[in-house]
């Protein structure tokens, strides 16, 4: 299977397609968003629209991010109750730039923690169109 040029054309064409789509969608999730006041700021709300011929019904997720200011959290980490330190998790994670460091040298033990898994490659195009 050999690529053309005509594939890179299409791919691009399709990538380009795809952010507008993203851009679409977004826009129009927040206008539906704007377009109600709720009662709550997290949990799923519903919603219905009609006109004439159709009828909508919206389930919209309102969702909470929170993260933790690990600065403010080892100031009072000694003052928590256990129930609050249990609201707690550490994972470990792996630091790519010493573990990599360490392949390099020779590693030890360490790699039979560690998961490899290829992931998707990305890929940039620049065409240039040839006189």
């Known amino acids: 299977m050999s690529v053309t040029i ?3 054309f299409e791919y691009e064409k399709a ?4 952010a507008s789509a993203k851009k679409l969608e977004l826009d129009l999730r927040n206008k539906i968003i704007k377009s109600y ?3 709550q700021h997290e949990g799923v709300q519903h919603r219905n629209i009609s006109d004439e011929a159709v009828e909508a019904d919206i389930s919209i997720t309102l969702k909470m991010s929170r993260t933790l200011d690990q600065d ?4 009072v980490w000694g003052e928590l109750t256990d129930e609050e330190q249990n609201s707690i998790e ?3 994670k792996l630091v790519m730039k010493n573990y990599k460091k360490l392949v390099a040298d020779g590693i030890g033990k360490l790699s039979r923690a560690v998961i490899e898994k290829p992931s998707q490659a990305t890929i940039k195009v620049k065409t240039t169109e040839i006189l």
């Open 6 to 8: 005509s594939d890179i």
């Open 15 to 18: 990538v380009s397609d795809l």
């Open 37 to 39: 006041k709720f009662s």
């Open 72 to 75: 403010a959290l080892e100031e």
């Open 90 to 92: 550490y994972k470990p």
